[in-house]
């Protein structure tokens, strides 16, 4: 794994937040890395195809990223802010259910956030 791989993988597994590849490149650049935004993306890449990371997408936004450990998200419809939610690993019940093997699943649960609800009133 480069510097830069190990650099980038700390930032994420060290967040709670759903970094974007900008918001990752503007976090470096605050850093003494001067790392340059296409080595950013292919880092990211890289890691999300070695299965080191989690690429959350929703339509129309930019990919997150987000570390491995297993868990479910909370999406504001409104702003889109992303929330870990752990309801457990339902693997078993969905292959019981379908009646299919899968290697993985991703559940973005949408809703309102308090902030929004707010702002509407």
Same mark, same amino acid.
């Given at each position: 794994?480069?510097?830069?791989? #190990? +650099?980038?993988?700390?930032?994420?597994? %060290?967040?709670?937040?759903?970094?974007? %590849?900008? +918001?990752?490149? +503007?976090?470096?650049?605050k850093? &003494?890395?001067k790392?340059a935004? %296409?080595?950013?993306?292919?880092? @990211?890449?890289?890691?999300?195809?070695? /299965?080191? =990371?989690?690429?959350?997408?929703?339509e129309?936004?930019? %990919? *997150?990223?987000? !570390? @491995?450990l297993?868990?479910?998200? @909370?999406? $504001? *419809?409104? $702003?889109? #802010?992303?929330?870990?939610?752990?309801?457990?690993?339902?693997?078993?019940?969905?292959?019981? !259910? &379908? /009646?299919v093997k899968?290697?993985?699943?991703?559940?973005? =649960?949408?809703?309102? $956030?308090?902030e $929004?609800? #707010?702002?509407? &009133?």
């Amino acid at each position: 794994m480069t510097k830069n791989s #190990k +650099q980038i993988l700390e930032l994420i597994n %060290a967040s709670s937040e759903h970094y974007t %590849a900008e +918001q990752i490149y +503007q976090k470096l650049q605050k850093t &003494s890395s001067k790392m340059a935004m %296409a080595t950013v993306y292919n880092n @990211l890449n890289s890691l999300y195809e070695q /299965g080191l =990371i989690r690429k959350v997408t929703m339509e129309g936004e930019s %990919a *997150r990223y987000d !570390k @491995l450990l297993r868990h479910d998200h @909370l999406v $504001c *419809r409104n $702003c889109g #802010k992303i929330w870990d939610l752990n309801l457990g690993d339902m693997t078993g019940s969905i292959e019981e !259910k &379908s /009646g299919v093997k899968i290697d993985s699943y991703d559940l973005k =649960i949408f809703y309102l $956030c308090e902030e $929004c609800k #707010k702002k509407e &009133s």
